[in-house]
Every structure is written in structure tokens, then in C-alpha cells.
């Protein structure tokens, strides 16, 4: 059974409110968050064979405090951007745990829709969730870490945020070195 890895035209739209999306991952992922992971991610990661039941448990985790964060219904005016934005998150982070669990990005999330019904609800919710082609998940994966070292920039140097002394400096390097 094949992935068919593919890119849609709109598969970039979320990079419009890429902002919002970078602001809410880290407020979402920080140590304070209060934000809840569906609590059938354990049973959910059983479907997997160490090491890979561990990053199942924390890639579910993770993507159900997103979904949760994002509520990504029907009803909301950025709901198409919200499930972009969700879709290439999944492949990238797949990607970067080198999960090898799976054959493809759809087949795991359909997985985890079928067991976290506590945060997924229906059995549609997830249909979003599809193979990016790994050219085009590269290219978001860069344009996304462009904007989230701007946004960490302008914190910084903008908003005179709490950031370490030089960090502006070490993201701009940074930057200039990865683009």
C-alpha cells in the first residue's frame, strides 16, 4: 500500500497566520501550559514496537495539545489553515522523530483518531491528514523556522522581551547560516 506523498495547492495557506501558529505551538509547548493531551495516548502508542511506542506516546501527546489548542471545527474562519497548519506539523515531526513505525503519515493518523476519540471526536476529524511530498515538508519545515527566529528576534529586540543578552545575535547567525 503505497503513501502517495503529495502537495495540494493550498498546502502553504497556513503560512499566512504563521505567526499565530508559531505564538500558539510555543505558548502550547512551554512548561507552564495548562493545555491537556488526550489521555488514549498510551493505549494508542501500544500499537507500536519499541522505541517507537515511546514517540507515538509523545508525538500523540503533542498533537492532541495542538488539535486541542487550535479546535480545528468546521465552524472557525481559519479552520482550512488550522488543519495545514496541523498536517505539515505531523509529517514534520514523523520526520524529525524518525518514527519508522508507520508506513505512512495518514495511516497514523487515522490510527490515533480511532483511539483518541476523547480529543478527535468524530471519526472524520482527522481526514485532513495526508503525506506531504518530502521536497515540499523541507521547504515548510525552512519557511517555518524563518518565522519562528523573526518572531524570537523581534521579541527580543522589539518587545525587549526576557531573552539571554546576545540571543539576537546567535538568531541571527543562525538565520543567516540556514538561509
Avoid at 16 to 33: C, K, L, P, R
Avoid at 66 to 81: A, D, E
Amino acid at each position: 500500500m503505497g503513501c502517495n506523498p503529495r502537495i495540494e495547492d493550498d498546502s502553504y495557506d497556513f503560512f499566512q497566520n504563521i505567526d499565530t501558529y508559531t505564538q500558539n505551538s510555543e505558548a502550547v509547548f512551554s512548561h507552564v501550559s495548562s493545555a491537556q493531551s488526550s489521555t488514549k495516548c498510551t493505549s494508542f502508542s501500544s500499537r507500536y514496537q519499541p522505541p517507537n511506542d515511546k514517540i507515538a506516546k509523545d508525538i500523540c501527546e503533542e498533537f492532541t495539545k495542538l488539535y486541542k489548542s487550535l479546535s480545528p471545527y468546521n465552524t472557525k474562519p481559519n479552520y482550512k489553515n488550522d488543519c495545514l497548519f496541523l498536517n505539515y506539523w505531523i509529517n514534520f515531526r514523523l520526520m524529525e522523530r524518525n518514527f519508522n513505525g508507520i508506513d505512512c503519515v495518514k495511516n497514523f493518523g487515522n490510527l490515533m483518531e480511532a483511539d483518541c476519540t476523547d480529543t478527535c471526536g468524530s471519526a472524520s476529524s482527522l481526514k485532513f491528514i495526508y503525506d506531504i511530498d518530502k521536497d515540499n515538508l523541507y521547504k515548510m519545515n525552512k519557511l517555518y523556522k524563518l518565522h519562528e527566529h523573526i518572531s524570537k528576534m523581534y521579541n527580543i529586540l522589539i518587545k525587549r522581551s526576557n531573552g539571554e543578552p546576545n540571543s539576537s545575535l546567535t538568531l541571527s547567525d543562525e538565520s543567516l547560516e540556514n538561509y
